[in-house]
């Protein structure tokens, strides 16, 4: 009964096991569906992303950190750009709080060439070529509300403000650039953000005289916004203070001139300030087609930089799309192959678990075999022997029973023959 109950009991756990283990698979089977479903909506999205690139044309310049313009076509994947916040943050200074966009170094991590329609984007500050799904950053007014945002295009219109961050240089190598280099990496000094001021500011400081003179000449030809005033020291001559305040003016004057002292340090002048600023932005004046041309699908980690002097927003990069629907389907399959893995041990151990116990109860049932084979018949043996040990003691007792009856005969007889001579003998006497 014992080894029954063990094996009817074996059974039902078995039982239970398998229903679960089904359950489990069937659980698995509906996460893996949803998951690839999931995993394919993805792709799909990230393809139709990717049908509506925003590129600019591929000789728009594109402003690089060491403050120098390259065409859009002709970045790599590494280079380092000028770029700001993809959207405004709140910020905490002096006791105020405001909401705006800074600038912010960006790396290239995709960039491609192809064909596609452009659409001709004029301002009074300079126009751009790009696709129609490209975003340019516009502020209208809704309302009460006259935030910049993200806008497309083929949906901006003629009066729309979008935001100018800087003027588009070249390298200056006239006598006269040079001269000026040299002026400002001897006596120029350059405040950044790191002072008790929230921006950067560019001052030469020089005597009245014939330097100072062509100071004022050259500056006011190259950053108009130049402040000239007059700046006395006790016991010194009189001397002019040359003054640049604006972020964009001082990062072209260094970046047309290129101070070799002040190039070192130029990352200091805009990064973590606000982007534009006073007389920043620009209206659009018009938006007409441009027939069709080589665009730069260009991509970066702040997904912005700046285009023709224009803050722009990143494209979403077909390249890059690929490359995370790769690591998407790789993730996947090492979820699949570690779920198998793992659903493989699991059943291995259930087998390994449900074989040991079919092996002891064969085990138990060959040992309770091996006990009515052995041990039965030695207790048959053993009634046996008390049998034949009953059936002797009983044949003695009848033995002795017997024998005790003839002496008790031989004895009567001896005592009636002794009788019977008495008696004869008695007669003859008389």
Not at 28 to 37: F, M, Q, S, T, Y
Not at 45 to 66: Q, Y
Request: hydrophobic share 40%; with cysteine; charged share 25%.
């Amino acid at each position: 009964r014992r080894v029954n109950e063990s094996i009817a009991s074996e059974g039902r756990r078995i039982n239970e096991q398998m229903v679960l283990r089904e359950h489990y698979e069937e659980e698995l089977r509906v996460a893996e569906a949803k998951r690839i479903d999931a995993n394919r909506a993805g792709d799909a999205a990230a393809v139709a992303t990717a049908n509506e690139r925003a590129c600019v044309s591929f000789d728009t310049p594109i402003l690089c950190a060491d403050l120098i313009w390259r065409q859009a076509g002709d970045l790599t994947v590494g280079d380092e750009l000028i770029a700001f916040d993809e959207e405004a943050e709140l910020t905490k200074a002096n006791g105020k709080t405001s909401r705006g966009r800074h600038y912010r170094k960006a790396i290239v991590i995709a960039n491609s060439l192809k064909k596609d329609d452009l659409l001709l984007v004029t301002t009074p500050k300079g126009a751009v070529k790009c696709n129609p799904q490209h975003p340019w950053l516009v502020k209208r007014i809704h309302g009460h509300d006259i935030r910049w945002r993200w806008i497309q295009a083929k949906y901006l219109r003629v009066g729309d403000e979008v935001m100018h961050a800087v003027d588009v240089w070249t390298v200056d190598t006239s006598y006269e650039a040079g001269w000026l280099a040299g002026i400002i990496d001897g006596e120029g000094c350059l405040t950044d953000k790191s002072s008790s001021r929230n921006h950067s500011r560019l001052t030469i400081t020089q005597a009245d005289g014939i330097v100072s003179d062509v100071i004022g000449k050259v500056m006011m030809g190259r950053i108009s916004s130049t402040k000239i005033t007059p700046y006395q020291i006790k016991n010194r001559k009189a001397a002019k203070r040359f003054v640049v305040a604006a972020t964009a003016d001082i990062m072209k004057i260094i970046g047309s001139i290129r101070p070799s002292r002040m190039i070192g340090r130029s990352q200091r002048i805009w990064d973590g300030l606000y982007i534009g600023g006073t007389g920043r932005s620009t209206t659009v004046t018009s938006i007409d087609t441009f027939g069709s041309g080589t665009i730069a699908s260009l991509a970066t980690d702040t997904h912005t930089y700046i285009a023709a002097g224009f803050a722009m927003h990143n494209t979403q990069q077909a390249a890059v799309l690929a490359s995370q629907m790769a690591t998407m389907v790789e993730n996947t399959r090492a979820l699949v192959d570690a779920n198998a893995a793992a659903s493989s041990q699991q059943l291995q151990s259930a087998i390994t678990a449900t074989n040991e116990r079919l092996q002891n109860l064969e085990k138990m049932g060959w040992e309770g075999a091996g006990k009515e084979k052995y041990s039965d018949p030695a207790l048959v043996n053993l009634v046996e022997q008390v049998r034949l040990l009953t059936s002797g003691a009983a044949t003695n007792s009848g033995k002795g029973q017997g024998a005790n009856a003839l002496w008790g005969y031989i004895v009567g007889g001896i005592g009636l023959l002794a009788l019977v001579i008495d008696l004869v003998s008695r007669l003859s006497v008389k």
